[in-house]
Nanobody, 120 residues
């Protein structure tokens, strides 16, 4: 019921910026609107960790390692959530996954992931 499509990953030098997008084109407007959305990342050999999340009401929270550098936003009309990543560091290198959590639809939904590589 919720299909997520990430885009915007790539290779960037340390100190640079990237913006990731996560779209849910096949999802109804109301389901997207009522879902909390998040970005997680997983580096090789490490556990998946929360990067940023935004509730249906627009409240946000961030992982400690990205506070002050990353922002998350959502455009419900476009059924898209964004992750703006600034001042990127090599340790930000990971596969970034979009996540959707709806209060009534049971398990979380995940995108396929997009690779972000930050060179030093």
């Amino acid at each position: 019921q919720v299909q997520l499509v990430e885009s915007g990953g790539g290779l960037v030098q340390a100190g640079g910026s990237l913006r990731l997008s996560c779209a849910a084109p096949e999802t109804s407007f109301s389901i997207f609107r009522d879902s909390a959305m998040g970005w997680y990342r997983q580096a090789p050999g490490k556990q998946r960790e929360l990067v940023a999340a935004i509730t249906s009401g627009g409240s946000t929270n961030f992982g400690d390692s990205v506070k002050g550098r990353f922002t998350i936003s959502r455009d419900n009309a476009k059924k898209t959530v964004y992750l703006q990543m600034n001042t990127l560091k090599p340790e930000d290198t990971a596969v970034y996954y979009c996540n959707a959590r709806h209060p009534l639809l049971g398990p979380d939904y995940w995108g396929q992931g997009t690779q972000v590589t930050v060179s030093s």
